[in-house]
């Protein structure tokens, strides 16, 4: 990744993905729905609490972030690699959070691909352990 002051502004795929999850990490929705293409494709797991596939910035922000951010207390995806190809990244990271109606917490590892072009996302996949968050949500 490109030097700290440059991460604002810079284009690369990491950095625009690594935006994200800072924004995402700061609950700024705005910062976040900066780093996504109009077009986005946003495809949460299926056995994932909120399985499927969402677009335009507004429709992920509010269909999961919000969502999330209803639900958990502390929701934090924990980036720490990154696997850049082209215009794809994968991540790899942890989730972390304790769940509002349980009070039971998750520490599951992830993988996140990402597809940036023209310095946004325009596609997201995840992968995770569905059943270790189902594990920690009410009956």
Not at 60 to 76: K, P
Not at 84 to 89: C, I, M
Request: hydrophobic share 40%.
């Amino acid at each position: 990744m490109n030097e700290a002051s440059d991460l604002h502004t810079s284009a690369s795929p990491a950095d625009v993905v690594r935006r994200q999850y800072l924004a995402s990490a700061h609950g700024d929705l705005v910062a976040l729905r900066a780093t996504l293409a109009d077009d986005v494709e946003w495809t949460e797991m299926a056995g994932f609490p909120l399985a499927g596939t969402y677009r335009t910035p507004d429709g992920v922000t509010s269909a999961v972030m919000e969502r999330l951010g209803a639900d958990w207390d502390g929701w934090t995806a924990h980036d720490d690699t990154y696997v850049v190809e082209g215009e794809n990244v994968v991540v790899l990271a942890r989730y972390t959070a304790t769940n509002r109606a349980t009070g039971r917490g998750i520490n599951v590892r992830v993988a996140h691909h990402f597809v940036v072009r023209g310095g946004r996302i325009v596609r997201f996949e995840q992968f995770v352990d569905t059943a270790k968050v189902r594990d920690a949500m009410p009956a």
